[in-house]
């Protein structure tokens, strides 16, 4: 069991989450837009496009026009989980020796990247705690909610609980011995996972958050990206440029029902008026 | 059916030239649109796979806030869509059912989509809140569709199909009527300027093809007699064309196979009079669907196409403008801010033809809808229609007295006189932002 865990699971998980994530995006792709979707006032250049989506999506700004509250929880979950995904990497490949690369003594490096693992820690299990509120204390939000949108704020406190718990002074973890687990991982020769049970469980839930993932609303993550990219698309510019053709697939579908008097013959007798 | 509007019975629907779906087939045919409608516009894909539900979008609705009516809520409307999406077309729905929030169609959910499909008026207002950009307008747009396709729409727009499709406009003018309208126009304005300032009628070799409202040629004259002293100062070579005599497209508001074949109709009139440049009149979701629609549904475009707005900004220091003494306001077309970036032209214009403008919050894209945007402007649906204005209301009260107040849009020149008189604002003079210019033009007799 120990062995599917530890040497099996985890390229499942990873293979489901980049071939569904991919599968996704690639799905989304494939449909044509029609017609631009723009959203004005619209940026004038691609350079100012790219910087547009990024704005809007680094610091969430549509949501800071609108929802405050909500604005500054959910930014403070991603930055937060950002963080501690990047604290993962560089804490355990230097095993939190990090910061000795700019000058601090081992003992100092450790004393920081322990603590801001563990105020990024606490951020994202306070913000994920003040959304989850959120979705029951607003009525209409409730009223929206199924029980996979619990599920997923469930799932990710899940991992950010164990992942903390770990953090407690009375517990303790070996970390060069996790740093040879990942690496065996990495370097696709799996070693045994370390018998801890916290670190098992932790490790665990991260491989089933990720075979979730894709199938979850949390493909947001780059569903944002696509569906920003699409409203701030550069409108069509008249006379159309010599090479553009768009694809507006929704007309030549069969079976369309609307078929006006020149192709079904003579006009009908009704007399009814509009506006 | 139980729905607040006039559903097209079988006669009317074939009369449109739609075929009626049997009860029998409903779910297959519906099942069927809605897989063609997914794979045909990624924003669809994309916008109900993509919402995480945290209803930013609630505060944002100008028909939410209006009705108070759970369904109005952008999100709630769109997961009248998403529910059945999931249940048909995710993974995770066909797994996971009701705990991913799938759920089956039945019978009632067509109902439920003509009655709140029909009480979003795509502004978009949502969209540019949205922390993902999901356009709700999108999914109205292809829920009507869908719908229209099964053969099930409002009696107003299979009246006004059928209308378009035999004269070229919504209200069924022939071009008799509109010549004796243009003849009319003229003299009032040989009347008011000693001029020979004419409204030419299909016109050959013009320049410039003029699309305006076809409400242009009844209700809001002025607005016609406005765009037609501007082009005759500037001395432009222009027509208006009785094939085209329409910038509102409503095939764009419930049926886009009607909406392609009302912006060919635009291409054939240009080709026609030989216009080099078209310019639309006051229609804001005509706007819309001449600037951003004419390319994807009827291919490469040989013409340049402006708003009149646009155009008379552009020449703003060649007219002869004499300010008004009024104090203005200004309601920002959703389809001209948010949808189709006319924003600051009509501000330069009113700013050079009065004394006073003064701006409503908020205004430009974060503007609310007038409450009749897409189409919504049935009479039965009167009293709705009032809560769906109730925002603008709000904005206009705010603003204390004023003695004009500029709305270029047709659709909420139709809406907005009823929501000012329902909300104790009735004296309140309104018209479009050409009509200022018409009126603002001195001419040296």
């Known amino acids: 069991m120990l062995y599917f865990i530890g040497q099996v699971f985890p390229y499942i998980a990873m293979g489901v989450f980049l071939a569904g994530l991919a599968w996704r ?83 100092a490096s450790t004393l920081l990247s322990e603590s801001l693992g563990t105020v990024a820690g606490i951020m994202l299990l306070l913000s994920l705690l003040a959304l989850f509120y959120r979705r029951t204390a607003i009525a209409e939000v409730k009223r929206l909610s199924d029980p996979a949108d619990y599920f997923d704020l469930l799932l990710i406190l899940a991992v950010v609980i164990t992942g903390m718990h770990m953090r407690l002074p009375t517990v303790h973890v070996d970390l060069p011995v996790i740093r040879t687990y990942l690496g065996g991982l990495l370097t696709l020769q799996p070693v045994p996972i370390p018998e801890n049970w916290l670190f098992i469980s932790h490790f665990l839930l991260v491989n089933i958050l990720m075979i979730y993932f894709p199938f979850s609303k949390l493909v947001h993550l780059l569903g944002s990206v696509v569906s920003r990219a699409m409203i701030s698309e550069a409108p069509p510019v008249y006379p159309t440029p010599a090479g553009v053709q768009r694809q507006a697939t929704i007309f030549a579908k069969e079976g369309q029902s609307y078929e006006s008097s020149a192709t079904r013959g003579q006009g009908t007798g009704s007399q009814s008026r509009g506006v | ?81 998403r529910r059945v999406y999931k249940r048909y077309f995710t993974t995770a729905g066909k797994l996971l059912g009701r705990f991913y929030g799938a759920e089956e169609f039945d019978s009632e959910l067509i109902s439920k989509w003509m009655t709140y499909f029909y009480q979003c008026n795509e502004c978009r207002r949502c969209a540019q809140f949205c922390p993902f ?6 999914v109205t747009i292809a829920a009507r569709h869908i719908m229209s396709e099964l053969g099930i729409m409002p009696k107003f727009m299979a009246g006004i199909a059928v209308n ?142 402006m708003h009149v707005l646009e155009y008379a900004a552009e020449n703003l220091s060649k007219l002869p403008l004499r300010k008004l003494p009024l104090r203005v306001t200004l309601h920002d077309p959703c389809n001209y801010a948010r949808a189709g970036g006319v924003i600051e032209q009509p501000r330069q214009i009113i700013r050079a033809c009065v004394e006073e403008f003064v701006e409503m919050t908020p205004n430009r894209e974060e503007n609310f809808c007038c409450g009749g945007g897409s189409g919504i402007l049935m009479d039965e649906m009167m009293e709705i229609r009032m809560q769906l204005g109730k925002k603008k209301a709000e904005q206009v009260k705010a603003l204390g007295s004023l003695d004009y107040f500029a709305v270029p849009c047709s659709i909420c020149k139709a809406q907005l006189p009823h929501v000012m008189k329902h909300y104790g604002m009735g004296s309140l003079s309104m018209g479009g932002v050409m009509d200022l210019v018409g009126k603002a033009m001195v001419f040296d007799k």
């Open chain 1, 25 to 107: 995006v690639l799905t989304w792709l494939k449909a044509p837009v029609p017609f631009q979707l723009t959203m004005f006032p619209a940026p004038a250049s691609a350079v100012e496009r790219v910087t547009a989506v990024g704005k809007q999506l680094c610091l969430f700004t549509p949501l800071y026009k609108g929802d405050r509250t909500l604005w500054f929880w959910a930014w403070i979950m991603h930055v937060s989980l950002a963080l501690v995904i990047v604290g993962h990497i560089v804490g355990i490949y230097f095993l939190t020796q990090q910061f000795t690369l700019i000058g601090l003594s081992p003992k």
């Open chain 2, 1 to 81: 059916m139980k729905v607040p509007l006039h559903v097209a019975k079988e006669q009317e629907v074939k009369a449109a030239g739609f075929k009626p779906t049997p009860e029998t087939e409903i779910k297959e045919k519906f099942l069927a649109k809605l897989d063609d409608v997914r794979s045909s516009m990624r924003s669809i894909m994309v916008m109900l796979e993509t919402c995480t539900k945290c209803g930013n979008c609630a505060q944002q609705c100008h028909s939410y806030l209006g009705t108070n009516d759970y369904n109005n809520f952008p999100a709630a409307r769109a997961e009248l869509m």
């Open chain 2, 133 to 138: 950009g999901i356009d709700t307008a999108e």
């Open chain 2, 164 to 305: 378009m499709e035999k004269s070229g406009n919504n209200m069924g003018i022939p071009k008799p009527a509109i010549v004796d309208c243009a003849e009319f126009m003229e003299d009032e304005m040989r009347d008011e300027t000693g001029l020979d300032i004419k409204i030419p009628i299909d016109k050959p070799n013009s320049d410039v093809l003029y699309v305006p409202s076809s409400a242009d040629f009844f209700t809001n004259v002025d607005t016609m007699i406005g765009a037609a002293k501007m082009f005759h100062h500037l001395g432009v070579n222009w027509t208006i064309s009785s094939k085209i005599l329409e910038a509102a497209n409503f095939g764009l508001l419930f049926n886009m196979n009607v909406m392609r074949e009302h912006n060919q109709r635009l291409k054939e009139a240009a080709r026609e009079v030989g216009a080099s440049l078209v310019v639309q009149g006051e229609c804001g979701h005509g706007w819309r669907a001449a600037r951003m629609y004419t390319e994807g549904a009827s291919g490469p475009v040989p013409f340049k196409i």
